[in-house]
Protein backbone atom coordinates (compact mmCIF):
# COMPACT_ATOMS: atom_id res chain seq x y z
CA UNK A 1 0.00 0.00 0.00
CA UNK A 2 1.03 3.44 -1.01
CA UNK A 3 2.15 5.78 2.44
CA UNK A 4 4.02 8.26 3.95
CA UNK A 5 6.36 7.35 6.28
CA UNK A 6 8.91 9.82 8.93
CA UNK A 7 12.09 8.56 10.63
CA UNK A 8 12.95 8.83 13.10
CA UNK A 9 9.60 8.50 15.60
CA UNK A 10 11.63 9.93 18.21
CA UNK A 11 14.95 12.01 18.63
CA UNK A 12 16.71 13.63 21.43
CA UNK A 13 19.77 15.96 20.33
CA UNK A 14 21.87 18.72 22.09
CA UNK A 15 21.70 22.50 21.42
CA UNK A 16 23.42 23.58 18.48
CA UNK A 17 23.43 20.16 16.34
CA UNK A 18 22.24 19.76 13.23
CA UNK A 19 19.03 17.37 12.65
CA UNK A 20 17.72 15.79 10.01
CA UNK A 21 13.93 14.64 9.79
CA UNK A 22 13.19 12.53 6.47
CA UNK A 23 9.56 12.28 5.08
CA UNK A 24 9.60 9.60 2.51
CA UNK A 25 5.98 9.04 0.66
CA UNK A 26 4.97 6.79 -2.28
CA UNK A 27 1.49 7.94 -3.32
CA UNK A 28 3.56 10.06 -6.14
CA UNK A 29 2.01 13.08 -4.65
CA UNK A 30 3.40 16.77 -5.76
CA UNK A 31 2.58 18.75 -2.77
CA UNK A 32 4.36 17.89 0.51
CA UNK A 33 4.25 19.94 4.14
CA UNK A 34 6.30 19.81 7.12
CA UNK A 35 4.60 20.81 9.91
CA UNK A 36 4.99 21.53 13.96
CA UNK A 37 2.54 20.88 16.80
CA UNK A 38 2.96 22.42 20.08
CA UNK A 39 0.21 22.70 22.65
CA UNK A 40 -2.12 25.54 22.02
CA UNK A 41 -0.62 25.86 18.78
CA UNK A 42 -2.52 23.44 16.48
CA UNK A 43 -0.63 22.76 13.38
CA UNK A 44 1.79 25.27 12.32
CA UNK A 45 3.31 25.40 8.67
CA UNK A 46 7.14 25.14 8.46
CA UNK A 47 7.72 24.72 4.79
CA UNK A 48 6.09 23.13 2.02
CA UNK A 49 6.83 21.81 -1.40
CA UNK A 50 4.45 21.52 -4.76
CA UNK A 51 7.41 19.52 -6.55
CA UNK A 52 10.71 18.91 -7.52
CA UNK A 53 13.12 21.72 -6.02
CA UNK A 54 10.13 24.01 -5.56
CA UNK A 55 10.01 24.89 -1.29
CA UNK A 56 8.22 27.46 0.20
CA UNK A 57 8.79 29.25 3.54
CA UNK A 58 5.30 28.56 5.37
CA UNK A 59 5.24 30.81 8.86
CA UNK A 60 7.52 29.83 11.32
CA UNK A 61 10.56 28.84 9.08
CA UNK A 62 13.47 30.18 10.80
CA UNK A 63 16.09 28.08 11.73
CA UNK A 64 14.52 25.41 9.52
CA UNK A 65 15.29 24.53 5.82
CA UNK A 66 14.02 21.71 3.53
CA UNK A 67 15.36 20.56 -0.05
CA UNK A 68 13.22 18.75 -2.88
CA UNK A 69 15.14 16.56 -5.38
CA UNK A 70 12.69 14.09 -6.10
CA UNK A 71 9.32 13.15 -5.75
CA UNK A 72 8.81 11.10 -2.74
CA UNK A 73 11.31 12.66 -0.29
CA UNK A 74 11.39 16.29 1.76
CA UNK A 75 13.76 16.13 4.50
CA UNK A 76 13.89 18.72 7.05
CA UNK A 77 16.68 20.15 8.44
CA UNK A 78 17.27 22.10 11.67
CA UNK A 79 20.55 23.89 10.63
CA UNK A 80 21.16 24.40 14.48
CA UNK A 81 18.72 22.98 17.19
CA UNK A 82 17.40 25.20 19.70
CA UNK A 83 15.48 24.38 22.67
CA UNK A 84 12.53 26.27 21.03
CA UNK A 85 12.31 23.47 18.62
CA UNK A 86 11.34 21.01 20.87
CA UNK A 87 8.07 19.73 19.02
CA UNK A 88 6.09 16.75 17.26
CA UNK A 89 6.64 17.51 13.50
CA UNK A 90 4.50 16.08 11.39
CA UNK A 91 4.98 15.28 7.43
CA UNK A 92 2.15 15.60 4.75
CA UNK A 93 1.15 15.23 1.11
CA UNK A 94 -1.97 15.57 -1.40
CA UNK A 95 -2.08 15.26 -4.51
CA UNK A 96 -2.42 18.75 -5.62
CA UNK A 97 -4.42 21.37 -4.52
CA UNK A 98 -7.91 20.94 -3.46
CA UNK A 99 -7.00 17.45 -2.30
CA UNK A 100 -6.95 15.70 0.85
CA UNK A 101 -3.46 16.19 2.81
CA UNK A 102 -2.11 12.49 4.23
CA UNK A 103 -0.14 13.03 7.29
CA UNK A 104 2.83 10.58 8.22
CA UNK A 105 2.92 9.23 12.02
CA UNK A 106 5.07 12.18 13.44
CA UNK A 107 8.57 12.76 14.52
CA UNK A 108 8.90 13.37 18.70
CA UNK A 109 12.37 15.82 18.68
CA UNK A 110 13.22 16.94 21.67
CA UNK A 111 16.30 19.18 22.22
CA UNK A 112 18.12 19.30 25.34
CA UNK B 1 -5.04 38.56 13.03
CA UNK B 2 -4.48 34.46 12.44
CA UNK B 3 -5.32 33.25 9.25
CA UNK B 4 -7.59 30.36 10.47
CA UNK B 5 -9.26 30.19 14.17
CA UNK B 6 -11.08 27.70 15.67
CA UNK B 7 -13.29 28.46 18.94
CA UNK B 8 -11.41 28.09 22.53
CA UNK B 9 -11.43 24.86 24.13
CA UNK B 10 -12.16 23.03 25.65
CA UNK B 11 -15.80 21.73 24.74
CA UNK B 12 -17.61 18.92 27.01
CA UNK B 13 -20.95 17.81 25.67
CA UNK B 14 -22.94 14.61 26.94
CA UNK B 15 -22.94 11.90 24.91
CA UNK B 16 -25.95 11.68 22.52
CA UNK B 17 -25.66 15.68 22.03
CA UNK B 18 -25.06 17.71 19.28
CA UNK B 19 -21.54 19.11 19.32
CA UNK B 20 -20.85 22.06 17.40
CA UNK B 21 -17.19 23.06 16.10
CA UNK B 22 -16.56 26.47 14.56
CA UNK B 23 -13.97 28.21 12.19
CA UNK B 24 -12.93 31.54 11.08
CA UNK B 25 -10.52 32.23 8.27
CA UNK B 26 -8.66 36.02 7.11
CA UNK B 27 -8.26 35.02 3.71
CA UNK B 28 -11.13 35.45 1.29
CA UNK B 29 -9.72 33.71 -1.49
CA UNK B 30 -9.46 30.28 0.56
CA UNK B 31 -11.18 28.26 -1.55
CA UNK B 32 -11.59 24.72 0.22
CA UNK B 33 -12.07 23.65 3.88
CA UNK B 34 -11.35 20.66 5.62
CA UNK B 35 -11.75 19.13 9.29
CA UNK B 36 -9.54 16.94 10.77
CA UNK B 37 -10.01 14.72 13.93
CA UNK B 38 -6.72 13.82 15.45
CA UNK B 39 -6.59 11.49 18.65
CA UNK B 40 -4.07 11.68 21.52
CA UNK B 41 -0.75 10.61 20.10
CA UNK B 42 -1.99 9.89 16.68
CA UNK B 43 -1.72 11.68 13.31
CA UNK B 44 -4.64 13.72 12.15
CA UNK B 45 -7.05 11.99 9.93
CA UNK B 46 -9.65 13.89 7.23
CA UNK B 47 -13.47 13.54 8.44
CA UNK B 48 -14.55 15.21 5.64
CA UNK B 49 -14.48 18.63 3.18
CA UNK B 50 -16.62 21.20 1.70
CA UNK B 51 -15.81 23.67 -1.23
CA UNK B 52 -19.26 25.59 -1.76
CA UNK B 53 -21.39 27.72 0.15
CA UNK B 54 -24.29 25.68 2.76
CA UNK B 55 -24.13 22.61 3.85
CA UNK B 56 -22.51 19.09 3.23
CA UNK B 57 -23.73 15.67 5.33
CA UNK B 58 -21.77 12.58 6.17
CA UNK B 59 -23.28 10.79 8.76
CA UNK B 60 -22.62 12.26 12.33
CA UNK B 61 -21.27 15.01 10.73
CA UNK B 62 -22.24 18.08 8.69
CA UNK B 63 -19.74 20.60 7.79
CA UNK B 64 -21.41 24.36 6.91
CA UNK B 65 -19.42 26.89 4.81
CA UNK B 66 -20.29 30.60 4.71
CA UNK B 67 -17.80 32.05 2.25
CA UNK B 68 -19.43 35.75 2.84
CA UNK B 69 -19.07 35.67 6.47
CA UNK B 70 -15.58 33.73 6.13
CA UNK B 71 -16.92 30.94 8.18
CA UNK B 72 -16.65 27.31 8.71
CA UNK B 73 -18.60 24.95 11.09
CA UNK B 74 -18.79 21.27 11.71
CA UNK B 75 -21.82 19.88 13.69
CA UNK B 76 -21.57 16.11 15.36
CA UNK B 77 -24.93 14.55 15.65
CA UNK B 78 -25.28 11.89 18.02
CA UNK B 79 -21.99 12.21 19.55
CA UNK B 80 -20.36 9.39 21.34
CA UNK B 81 -17.61 9.30 24.03
CA UNK B 82 -15.22 7.42 20.95
CA UNK B 83 -15.95 11.15 19.16
CA UNK B 84 -13.77 12.63 21.86
CA UNK B 85 -10.59 14.06 20.13
CA UNK B 86 -9.16 17.49 18.94
CA UNK B 87 -10.57 18.75 15.54
CA UNK B 88 -8.74 20.56 13.41
CA UNK B 89 -10.10 23.18 10.61
CA UNK B 90 -7.80 23.72 7.57
CA UNK B 91 -8.22 26.14 4.94
CA UNK B 92 -6.70 25.54 1.45
CA UNK B 93 -5.16 29.00 0.26
CA UNK B 94 -5.75 29.89 -3.33
CA UNK B 95 -4.46 33.54 -3.67
CA UNK B 96 -1.30 35.08 -4.16
CA UNK B 97 1.76 34.13 -2.68
CA UNK B 98 -0.28 31.50 -0.50
CA UNK B 99 -1.27 29.47 -3.01
CA UNK B 100 -1.16 26.13 -2.05
CA UNK B 101 -0.39 26.58 1.22
CA UNK B 102 -2.57 24.53 3.38
CA UNK B 103 -3.41 26.24 6.94
CA UNK B 104 -4.67 24.76 9.73
CA UNK B 105 -6.21 26.22 13.20
CA UNK B 106 -5.28 25.83 17.12
CA UNK B 107 -7.73 23.15 17.27
CA UNK B 108 -10.19 22.21 19.31
CA UNK B 109 -10.14 19.54 21.99
CA UNK B 110 -13.98 17.84 22.75
CA UNK B 111 -14.65 15.31 25.66
CA UNK B 112 -17.84 13.52 25.06
CA UNK B 113 -18.59 12.55 28.38
CA UNK B 114 -21.12 9.26 28.84
Known amino acids: DAEITQSPRHKITETGRQVTLACHQTWNHNNMFWYRQDLGHGLRLIHY???????NKGEVSDGYSVSRSNTEDLPLTLESAASSQTSVYFC???????????FGQGTRLTVV | QKEVEQNSGPLSVPEGAIASLNCTYS??????FFWYRQYSGKSPELIMF????GDKEDGRFTAQLNKASQYVSLLIRDSQPSDSATYLC??????????????FGQGTILTVHP
Open chain 2, 27 to 32: DRGSQS
Open chain 1, 49 to 55: SYGVHDT
Open chain 1, 92 to 102: ASRIGSNTEAF
Open chain 2, 90 to 103: AVHNAGGTSYGKLT
Open chain 2, 50 to 53: IYSN
